[in-house]
T-cell receptor, first 109, second 110 residues
Framework: KNEVEQSPQNLTAQEGEFITINCSYSVGISALHWLQQHPGGGIVSLFMLSSGKKKHGRLIATINIQEKHSSLHITASHPRDSAVYICAVKGKNTDKLIFGTGTRLQVFP | NAGVTQTPKFRILKIGQSMTLQCTQDMNHNYMYWYRQDPGMGLKLIYYSVGAGITDKGEVPNGYNVSRSTTEDFPLRLELAAPSQTSVYFC?????????FGPGTRLTVT
């Protein structure tokens, strides 16, 4: 079993829909990252969380440390949100990240 | 700031050839990383460095070497390319907990 699991693996949505992507992890962490990767493109950091909730525009990320779970929400989704969303955790006492396999999101007009 | 830059963007190698993937960052970050990304898999750490002159192995170091003579540069060397090294390679640097990724190098070994 992977230390970082994401669900779903693939997600399609109509423009305007509310999107939720989930990330569960099995190790103690100091931080959790949500990253975005566009097709053929580089990787951009969206959020870094150690507790609670963060919001940036239409994106909201939450984390529940006790349940070892994080969610990434996209409100009013748009075709330009189509990308792979990657969850990564930084374990305690380490400088290294452990990555999930990503969730591929396609938003259709 | 250019951030993290990688060269080349694409490369095709024959089995047994060698090459160096270049990575440079201009943010004065101490921590730098090399990852590979295979289809359907999460990024895997190849090597990382916590500062000039210090490097350490990640999860998948076999077939690769690194050096870190300056804070800015962290090249990744493939000595004897094998088809299993066909992948997309990302370099990253970090400050505190934030990671910054380069645009990637797509390498094919045939």
């Amino acid at each position: 079993k992977n230390e970082v699991e994401q669900s779903p693996q693939n997600l399609t949505a109509q423009e305007g829909e509310f999107i939720t992507i989930n990330c569960s992890y099995s190790v103690g962490i100091s931080a959790l990252h949500w990253l975005q990767q566009h097709p053929g493109g580089g990787i951009v950091s969206l959020f870094m969380l150690s507790s609670g909730k963060k919001k940036h525009g239409r994106l909201i990320a939450t984390i529940n440390i006790q349940e070892k779970h994080s969610s990434l929400h996209i409100t009013a989704s748009h075709p330009r949100d189509s990308a792979v969303y990657i969850c990564a955790v930084k374990g305690k006492n380490t400088d290294k990240l452990i990555f999930g396999t990503g969730t591929r999101l396609q938003v259709f007009p | 700031n250019a951030g993290v830059t990688q060269t080349p963007k694409f490369r095709i190698l024959k089995i047994g050839q060698s090459m160096t993937l270049q990575c440079t960052q201009d943010m004065n970050h101490n921590y730098m990383y090399w990852y590979r990304q295979d289809p359907g898999m999460g990024l895997k750490l190849i090597y990382y460095s916590v500062g000039a002159g210090i490097t350490d192995k990640g999860e998948v170091p076999n077939g690769y070497n690194v050096s870190r003579s300056t804070t800015e540069d962290f090249p990744l060397r493939l000595e004897l390319a094998a088809p299993s090294q066909t992948s997309v390679y990302f370099c990253a640097s970090s400050y505190v907990n934030e990671q910054y990724f380069g645009p990637g190098t797509r390498l094919t070994v045939t």
